[in-house]
Protein backbone atom coordinates (compact mmCIF):
# COMPACT_ATOMS: atom_id res chain seq x y z
CA UNK A 1 0.00 0.00 0.00
CA UNK A 2 0.67 3.32 -0.42
CA UNK A 3 1.65 5.63 2.20
CA UNK A 4 2.10 9.12 3.76
CA UNK A 5 5.47 9.86 5.54
CA UNK A 6 5.37 13.19 8.21
CA UNK A 7 9.26 13.63 8.44
CA UNK A 8 11.47 14.71 11.02
CA UNK A 9 14.20 17.15 9.95
CA UNK A 10 16.95 15.36 11.85
CA UNK A 11 15.89 11.90 11.18
CA UNK A 12 16.13 12.79 7.14
CA UNK A 13 19.57 13.82 7.92
CA UNK A 14 20.62 10.59 9.18
CA UNK A 15 19.20 8.70 6.84
CA UNK A 16 19.36 11.12 3.35
CA UNK A 17 17.88 8.98 0.89
CA UNK A 18 14.78 7.89 2.63
CA UNK A 19 12.77 10.52 1.47
CA UNK A 20 13.12 10.68 -2.15
CA UNK A 21 13.35 6.82 -1.94
CA UNK A 22 9.37 7.04 -0.23
CA UNK A 23 8.38 9.63 -3.08
CA UNK A 24 9.70 7.56 -5.54
CA UNK A 25 7.79 4.72 -4.83
CA UNK A 26 4.57 6.25 -4.62
CA UNK A 27 4.07 7.25 -1.43
CA UNK A 28 3.33 11.23 0.13
CA UNK A 29 6.41 13.26 2.29
CA UNK A 30 4.81 15.91 4.32
CA UNK A 31 6.14 18.09 7.43
CA UNK A 32 5.95 16.66 10.69
CA UNK A 33 8.79 19.14 12.50
CA UNK A 34 12.45 19.60 11.87
CA UNK A 35 13.60 18.84 15.62
CA UNK A 36 10.58 17.29 17.20
CA UNK A 37 11.86 18.70 20.38
CA UNK A 38 8.33 20.53 22.06
CA UNK A 39 9.97 22.08 24.23
CA UNK A 40 11.61 24.24 21.70
CA UNK A 41 8.85 24.59 19.18
CA UNK A 42 5.66 25.01 21.38
CA UNK A 43 7.56 27.73 23.25
CA UNK A 44 6.43 30.06 20.90
CA UNK A 45 5.40 31.03 17.37
CA UNK A 46 8.66 32.11 16.02
CA UNK A 47 10.48 28.97 17.20
CA UNK A 48 7.82 26.73 15.68
CA UNK A 49 7.60 28.37 12.08
CA UNK A 50 11.48 28.22 11.97
CA UNK A 51 11.21 24.74 12.73
CA UNK A 52 8.05 24.22 9.91
CA UNK A 53 10.30 26.38 7.14
CA UNK A 54 13.87 24.45 7.73
CA UNK A 55 12.21 21.32 6.90
CA UNK A 56 10.02 23.27 4.52
CA UNK A 57 13.14 24.04 3.22
CA UNK A 58 15.20 21.15 3.20
CA UNK A 59 11.76 18.50 1.25
CA UNK A 60 11.75 21.10 -1.12
CA UNK A 61 15.32 21.03 -2.14
CA UNK A 62 15.28 16.97 -1.62
CA UNK A 63 12.27 16.74 -3.55
CA UNK A 64 12.37 19.13 -6.29
CA UNK A 65 8.47 20.20 -4.84
CA UNK A 66 7.50 22.47 -1.90
CA UNK A 67 5.37 20.03 0.53
CA UNK A 68 2.04 21.16 0.98
CA UNK A 69 0.69 18.73 4.05
CA UNK A 70 1.66 18.64 7.43
CA UNK A 71 1.22 17.02 10.72
CA UNK A 72 1.88 18.87 13.94
CA UNK A 73 3.44 16.84 16.58
CA UNK A 74 0.88 15.88 18.94
CA UNK A 75 -1.69 16.94 16.16
CA UNK A 76 -3.28 20.41 16.11
CA UNK A 77 -5.02 20.08 19.35
CA UNK A 78 -3.09 18.86 21.27
CA UNK A 79 -2.42 20.41 24.89
CA UNK A 80 1.26 19.31 25.27
CA UNK A 81 1.92 22.83 23.60
CA UNK A 82 0.40 24.17 26.82
CA UNK A 83 3.55 22.82 28.98
CA UNK A 84 6.02 25.38 27.33
CA UNK A 85 3.26 28.32 26.36
CA UNK A 86 0.31 29.08 28.35
CA UNK A 87 -0.77 31.15 25.22
CA UNK A 88 -2.51 28.45 23.44
CA UNK A 89 -0.16 29.09 20.23
CA UNK A 90 -1.96 26.35 17.90
CA UNK A 91 -4.34 28.65 16.08
CA UNK A 92 -1.88 31.03 15.71
CA UNK A 93 0.47 28.44 14.25
CA UNK A 94 -2.21 26.45 12.45
CA UNK A 95 -2.76 29.92 10.47
CA UNK A 96 0.66 30.53 9.81
CA UNK A 97 1.07 27.33 8.44
CA UNK A 98 -2.11 27.64 6.35
CA UNK A 99 -0.86 30.79 4.95
CA UNK A 100 2.31 29.26 3.64
CA UNK A 101 -0.16 27.08 1.26
CA UNK A 102 0.20 23.84 3.73
CA UNK A 103 -2.84 21.80 4.84
CA UNK A 104 -2.51 20.52 8.56
CA UNK A 105 -3.69 17.14 8.28
CA UNK A 106 -4.67 14.70 11.74
CA UNK A 107 -6.06 11.51 12.07
CA UNK A 108 -9.37 9.56 13.66
CA UNK A 109 -7.33 6.28 13.90
CA UNK A 110 -4.26 5.07 16.14
CA UNK A 111 -2.29 1.97 16.45
CA UNK A 112 -0.91 4.19 19.69
CA UNK A 113 2.52 3.15 19.20
CA UNK A 114 3.76 6.83 20.68
CA UNK A 115 1.94 5.76 23.74
CA UNK A 116 1.73 2.31 24.59
CA UNK A 117 5.04 0.45 23.64
CA UNK A 118 3.92 -2.75 25.32
CA UNK A 119 1.24 -3.23 22.55
CA UNK A 120 1.41 -6.23 20.50
CA UNK A 121 0.91 -6.41 16.60
CA UNK A 122 -2.73 -8.31 16.83
CA UNK A 123 -3.58 -5.63 19.67
CA UNK A 124 -2.25 -2.79 17.44
CA UNK A 125 -4.57 -4.04 14.52
CA UNK A 126 -7.42 -4.68 16.67
CA UNK A 127 -7.54 -1.40 17.79
CA UNK A 128 -7.17 0.31 14.65
CA UNK A 129 -9.55 -1.81 12.96
CA UNK A 130 -12.33 -1.06 16.13
CA UNK A 131 -11.56 2.26 15.65
CA UNK A 132 -12.30 2.69 12.24
CA UNK A 133 -15.80 1.00 12.44
CA UNK A 134 -18.01 2.10 9.86
CA UNK A 135 -16.10 5.49 8.90
CA UNK A 136 -15.61 6.65 5.40
CA UNK A 137 -12.05 8.30 4.80
CA UNK A 138 -10.15 6.79 8.16
CA UNK A 139 -6.56 8.19 8.56
CA UNK A 140 -4.69 5.71 10.63
CA UNK A 141 -1.61 7.46 12.65
CA UNK A 142 1.52 5.29 12.92
CA UNK A 143 5.30 5.87 13.69
CA UNK A 144 7.94 4.68 11.76
CA UNK A 145 10.72 5.10 14.42
CA UNK A 146 12.98 2.10 15.37
CA UNK A 147 11.57 1.31 18.64
CA UNK A 148 8.29 0.27 17.43
CA UNK A 149 9.10 -2.73 15.13
CA UNK A 150 5.15 -4.59 16.31
CA UNK A 151 3.51 -1.91 13.95
CA UNK A 152 5.28 -2.82 11.16
CA UNK A 153 4.10 -6.45 12.50
CA UNK A 154 0.67 -4.95 12.43
CA UNK A 155 0.08 -3.80 8.92
CA UNK A 156 -0.15 -6.90 7.08
CA UNK A 157 -3.29 -7.61 9.24
CA UNK A 158 -4.78 -4.61 9.30
CA UNK A 159 -3.83 -4.38 5.69
CA UNK A 160 -5.97 -7.63 4.91
CA UNK A 161 -8.69 -6.90 7.33
CA UNK A 162 -9.67 -3.52 5.71
CA UNK A 163 -9.61 -4.25 1.71
CA UNK A 164 -11.79 -7.66 2.77
CA UNK A 165 -14.15 -4.66 4.41
CA UNK A 166 -14.06 -2.62 1.33
CA UNK A 167 -11.60 0.14 2.12
CA UNK A 168 -8.57 1.29 -0.33
CA UNK A 169 -5.46 2.63 0.82
CA UNK A 170 -3.81 5.73 -0.71
CA UNK A 171 -1.94 8.92 0.07
CA UNK A 172 -3.03 12.08 1.36
CA UNK A 173 -2.99 15.29 -0.41
CA UNK A 174 -4.01 18.98 0.38
CA UNK A 175 -6.72 17.82 -1.71
CA UNK A 176 -7.71 14.95 0.43
CA UNK A 177 -10.99 15.60 2.36
CA UNK A 178 -9.59 14.83 5.70
CA UNK A 179 -9.33 15.40 9.07
CA UNK A 180 -8.25 18.43 11.10
CA UNK A 181 -9.14 18.45 14.95
CA UNK A 182 -9.88 22.03 16.26
CA UNK A 183 -7.26 23.66 17.44
CA UNK A 184 -6.91 24.36 21.05
Not at 10 to 19: E, F, G, Q, S
Not at 82 to 89: A, F, P, Q, V
Not at 153 to 169: D, K, N, T
Request: proline share 5%; aromatic share 10%.
Amino acid sequence: VRATFFVVGTNCLKYPDAVKQEAAAGHAVGIHSWTHQYSYIYANLTNFMQDFYQLKQYLTQQLGTAPDICRFPGGTNNTVSLRYNKNHIMKQIVGQVEAADVRPIDWNASVEDAVKQKSTSNQMARRVIQQIGSQHRPVILMHDIGRNTRTIGALPQMVRQLRAEGFSFGILTAKTPAIMFPPS
